[in-house]
């Protein structure tokens, strides 16, 4: 079991740019999200679906798209990268239910510049 | 609203206890509890459900008070393996995600 795949796994953007992190899972998830994380912050909440063709936002969503067009991928897209938006970014799926775990990604090093 | 987690940080020496405390604005179905080593994903601990099930660690212990909307996390004869950011991520209603607090820093040394 591969479990949740990110990539890249390291990206400088120039401002303005676009560009889309990849994150894949095979155990039949149905609740994928993104996170990202900066000093002193924690993880917050981006996006998060909780099934194929169901998406929400979270804390953080302004300046991020995401799409679920199938239960495996949940893809998220830098419209137009600012310097802000530099960060750590994880993805993480898990069963739709209150008493099982998430599983993370290795996470995205994100560079704006 | 992010839940808030108490204290940001601490420094322990080895073999000693610390207890890491996470509180919500919301109504909680569960607690998850997870660390994370520098560099690396956050991986989980454990699970704290209504009702006082635990399911995960066995050498680390939390409680989950649903009235009060809070979580603490007990390290006990601490290791240094212990090391790393703890995060709460209560699972609250409304949508069913999966929020996280603003992170402890636990440091144990010999």
């Known amino acids: 079991n591969a479990g949740v795949t990110q990539t890249p796994k390291f990206q400088v953007l120039k401002t303005g740019q676009s560009m889309t992190l990849q994150c894949a899972q095979d155990m039949n998830h149905e609740y ?7 000093p002193g912050m924690g993880l917050r909440l981006i996006h998060y679906s909780v099934g ?14 995401v799409s679920r067009s199938t239960t495996e991928d949940f893809p998220l897209r830098l419209l137009s990268a ?3 938006q530099t960060s750590v970014y994880f993805c993480a799926s ?3 239910t209150a008493d099982t775990e998430a ?4 996470g995205t090093r994100l560079t704006v510049v | 609203q992010q839940p808030v987690q108490s204290p940001q940080a601490v420094i322990l020496r080895e073999g000693e206890d610390a207890v890491i405390n996470c509180s919500s604005s919301k109504a909680l179905y569960s607690v998850h509890w997870y660390r994370q080593k520098h560099g690396e ?7 704290l459900l209504k009702g006082g099930e635990q399911k995960g660690h066995e050498k680390i212990s939390a409680s ?17 393996s212990y090391s790393g950011t703890y995060f709460c ?10 929020t996280f607090g603003t992170g402890t820093q636990l440091k144990v040394e010999l």
């Open chain 1, 52 to 65: 194929a063709g169901i998406t929400d936002q979270g804390e953080v969503p302004n300046g991020y798209n």
């Open chain 1, 103 to 106: 599983f993370f990604g290795q």
């Open chain 2, 41 to 47: 994903a956050p991986v989980f601990l454990m699970i």
């Open chain 1, 32 to 38: 994928m999200s993104w996170y990202r994380q900066d």
């Open chain 1, 94 to 96: 898990s069963r739709l």
């Open chain 2, 89 to 98: 991520g209560p699972f609250t209603g409304g949508g069913n995600k999966l």
């Open chain 1, 82 to 84: 600012a310097p802000s």
């Open chain 2, 64 to 80: 989950f008070n649903e009235k009060k909307q809070q979580s603490s996390l007990y390290l006990t004869a601490s290791q240094l």
